[in-house]
């Protein structure tokens, strides 16, 4: 799972879901790489977020209002997006929105 999200406070409830999603299920196994919005505005962590993304079974989105940090991800996802499992995003532009899929 890759995930964006806005606050440092919704990384560390991702990283406890997955916690105990790895304990209480014998069958399954969940590994999360989270940004914060901000943080794509650095070439480098781009770069890392693409490759992470180009490796993931699942994409979370949430919060993103910044229409340029908001092209970025499109900009990454959306070629993506077919290849992936899941991509869910929540109140966010409406361009991040379109790349909304579950099944």
Do not use: H, W
Not at 11 to 31: P, T
């Amino acid at each position: 799972v890759v995930y964006v999200v806005l606050e440092s406070q919704y990384q560390s409830s991702m990283a406890v879901a997955c916690k105990r999603i790895n304990v209480d299920q014998e069958n399954v196994c969940v590994e999360s790489v989270g940004y914060l919005l901000e943080e794509l505005r650095n070439p480098e962590t781009l770069q890392a977020f693409k490759r992470d993304v180009e490796t993931a079974n699942v994409f979370i989105g949430s919060l993103i209002f910044v229409q340029e940090l908001a092209e970025k991800v499109v900009e990454v996802v959306e070629p993506l997006r077919e290849k992936l499992d899941a991509v869910l995003i929540f109140p966010s532009m409406p361009d991040v929105m379109r790349l909304n899929k579950v099944g």
